[in-house]
């Protein structure tokens, strides 16, 4: 089936450091997202993201928090400054105009 | 505000044995229900969708589940489980319109014993 990459799959940083977490979604969709899962925790929404703006962003959804998508290349979510609490397993995930979210395999922030 | 919950954080069972995954939702209209499943260290698979018409709807591997509104529930089954379904099970809301984004409830974690 479709395929939704991120990268990098790992990232370890020190608190206060910017992170840039990379998603690469399925070819022709359109609808993009971010969801937080803490180490054995639900997962939650963060931020939806079409035609280049944010729909909508969820109370976790910090001010430390951006995303963007330049010129169709990656989907990316970036934390300036992180936090120790910022640590967690980012997934992505991107759609079309139907409503099946195809998910990432999810990257892993560890905030020292 | 959209809501789900799974009662059970883990279910055990043996392999062959039939399985259910209870699924409760909160939700103002007409929602939009999904099952993933989480492998270890890999991201969510969607198992199967209900939108609208059958109620009783057909997944992959042999998963389906039912769309019960009086109930308010979402359940997931399968008839005869193999030890390979072991993972993490969730049930999701998501309003109908696109890029609604998708509630989640807390998840089962499911173990099939050989």
């Known amino acids: 089936g479709p395929k939704v990459l991120q990268i990098p799959s790992h990232q370890i940083i020190d608190m206060g450091q910017m992170v840039t977490l990379n998603c690469d979604p399925v070819s022709n969709h359109l609808y993009f997202y971010w969801y937080k899962q803490i180490l054995g925790q639900q997962m939650e929404f963060l931020v939806n993201f079409y035609n280049g703006k944010v729909m909508e962003k969820s109370k976790l959804f910090k001010d430390q928090f951006s995303v963007e998508r330049p010129d169709g290349s990656y989907f990316t979510l970036k934390i300036q400054p992180t936090a120790l609490e910022d640590s967690a397993v980012y997934f992505c995930?991107?759609?079309?105009?139907?409503?099946?979210?195809?998910f990432g395999p999810g990257t892993r922030l560890t905030v020292l | 505000a959209q809501s789900v919950t799974q009662p059970d954080a883990r279910v055990t069972v043996s392999e062959g044995a039939s399985l259910q995954l209870r699924c409760k939702y909160s939700y103002s209209g007409t929602p939009y229900l999904f099952w993933y499943v989480q492998y270890p260290r890999q991201g969510l698979q969607l198992l199967l969708k209900?939108?609208?018409?059958?109620?009783v709807v057909q997944g992959v591997n042999g998963f389906e589940a039912e769309f019960i509104k009086s109930n308010s529930s979402f359940h997931l089954r399968k008839a005869s489980v193999h030890w390979s379904d072991s993972a993490v099970y969730f049930c999701?809301?998501?309003?109908?319109?696109?890029?609604?984004?998708?509630?989640f409830g807390g998840g089962t974690r499911l173990t099939v014993r050989p």
């Open positions: 209900y939108y609208s018409g059958d109620p």
């Open positions: 999701a809301v998501s309003y109908n319109n696109a890029g609604a984004k998708l509630t």
């Open positions: 995930a991107s759609s079309t105009d139907r409503y099946e979210q195809y």
